[in-house]
């Protein structure tokens, strides 16, 4: 699963984050690609709580189908369960088809122990990443997660993305083989 995490200063609301699904592109190999946008200053906890709702939206989207073309928009706030929706194209009939969702805040709160407990040096160092002080002005602070999520929300951090966050640490340097 690909998520591209971004911060922003602010919110609307008073939400710790923000969890939409973009359309891929037919170039990417994938039919969505889940947007994670963390407001204020962000700790571990609060990212695996909005990795964990881009997780569960997708399993919970239509319970017993997949829909992988589907599109969620869901707001996470501290100490509540997320809420949105998702909204797909019906194949037979053509109609939009809408669906509230609400994630329970046990589940969200047991999906991320699990991707702390695998994933937590990984989401420290993008943490990191994000909050470094020397971004170019006017950029937008944004980085791509990939780890793998089965359906025992077993995560594991993918191999291009610790090349990433090491090359991030200084740890790989220009001549270094990988």
């Given at each position: 699963m690909d998520v591209l995490v971004q911060l922003e200063d602010v919110s609307e609301s008073s939400a710790l984050a923000r969890v939409d699904s973009v359309q891929g592109t037919?170039?990417?190999g994938s039919a969505s690609r889940d947007v994670v946008t963390l407001f204020g200053v962000p700790s571990p906890e609060s990212l695996a709580l909005a990795l964990a709702a881009a997780v569960e939206s997708r399993?919970?989207?239509?319970p017993g189908s997949a829909h992988p073309d589907a599109e969620r928009q869901l707001g996470v706030w501290a100490g509540r369960s997320a809420v949105?929706?998702?909204a797909w194209r019906d194949q037979s009939t053509g109609q939009l088809v809408t669906n509230n969702l609400e994630i329970p805040l046990a589940v969200l709160l047991?999906?991320?122990g699990t991707i702390l407990r695998d994933c937590g040096q990984a989401i420290g160092r993008l943490l990191a990443g994000l909050l470094?002080?020397?971004w170019p002005e006017g950029t937008s602070r944004a980085i791509t997660f990939s780890f793998a999520a089965s359906n025992a929300a077993v995560l594991v951090p993918t191999?291009?993305?610790m090349a990433g966050l090491?090359?991030?640490d200084g740890f790989?340097?220009?001549g270094e083989d990988d």
């Open positions: 037919r170039y990417s399993r919970s989207v239509v949105g929706n998702s047991e999906t991320s470094m002080p020397d191999e291009a993305m090491r090359e991030a790989t340097f220009d």
